[in-house]
């Protein structure tokens, strides 16, 4: 069984900055595309950003040049650099993982999420 522990959320002021971590546990041999999502009250949850088994990342258009996500592999886990955070950022972020099972099937994962607040 794999779990996702998130970290480091909490509350800070417009432009501001934070970084989230996602820790994965349990039997894992390969982790493949790592994501970070959020979910805002009355919002559809929105995909932030992924990051590849190669490293290659993606972003939404709203949070470019200011979030930044990477992986350490050896730890299992996948951090969210936010930078110059904006109000509208505010939202519980979840990561996502997926994983090889090494029959042809890749089982998603996720944490429980972290409440991040942008606020003065």
């Known amino acids: 069984q794999v779990q996702l522990e998130e970290s480091g959320g909490g509350l800070v002021q417009p432009g501001g900055s934070l970084r989230l971590s996602c820790a994965a546990s349990?039997?894992?041999?390969?982790?493949?595309?790592m994501a970070w999502y959020r979910h805002a009250p009355v919002q559809e949850r929105e995909l932030v950003g992924t990051?590849?088994?190669?490293?290659?990342?993606d972003y939404t258009d709203s949070v470019k040049g200011r979030l930044t996500i990477s992986r350490d592999d050896a730890e299992k886990t996948v951090y969210l650099q936010m930078n110059s955070l904006k109000s509208e950022d505010t939202s519980v972020y979840y990561c996502?993982?997926?994983?090889?099972?090494?029959?042809?099937?890749?089982?998603?994962?996720w944490g429980r999420g972290t409440q991040v607040t942008v606020s003065s």
């Open positions: 996502n993982v997926r994983i090889p099972t090494g029959y042809g099937v890749t089982l998603d994962y």
């Open positions: 990051i590849t088994s190669r490293s290659i990342t």
């Open positions: 349990g039997r894992i041999s390969a982790i493949g595309t």
